[in-house]
């Protein structure tokens, strides 16, 4: 089994920067590459970066291409989303996710294990 526990979101001011923490834990924790997706209201859910389980391969969506980076922190079992120059249209609620591989998919109906999400808000 596989928690995955978002932390980091918030209130920010367009420009503004955020790092949002996804820390894994469970038997299954290992070996999976870890996507981050975002859902606005009234918006299908998109994903906007991902890292394979050894932390050398990242991909983004050109959304955010630039601007933000994914990380990995095995010592503690954690993904990072470092959030730069942030725009209103990033706001929405952000979600880590685990497939079942260890290389990256951006295809979200591979993704077994979801957290609960956080809010990410940028006021303009």
């Known amino acids: 089994q596989v928690q995955l526990v978002e932390s980091g979101g918030g209130l920010v001011q367009a420009g503004g920067s955020l790092r949002l923490s996804c820390a894994a834990s469970?038997?299954?924790?290992?070996?999976?590459?870890t996507g981050w997706f975002r859902q606005a209201p009234g918006m299908e859910r998109e994903v906007v970066a991902a890292?394979?389980?050894?932390?050398?391969?990242?991909w983004y969506a050109d959304a955010v291409r630039g601007r933000w980076t994914i990380s990995r922190e095995h010592a503690k079992n954690t993904v990072y989303l470092q959030m730069n120059s942030l725009k209103p249209e990033d706001t929405a609620v952000y979600y880590c996710?685990?497939?079942?591989?260890?290389?990256?998919?951006?295809?979200?109906?591979?993704?077994?294990?979801w957290g609960q999400g956080t809010q990410v808000t940028v006021s303009s």
């Open positions: 996710a685990a497939p079942s591989r260890v290389e990256i998919t951006t295809r979200s109906y591979e993704y077994d294990h």
């Open positions: 469970g038997r299954g924790a290992i070996n999976k590459s």
């Open positions: 890292i394979n389980w050894g932390g050398d391969r990242q």
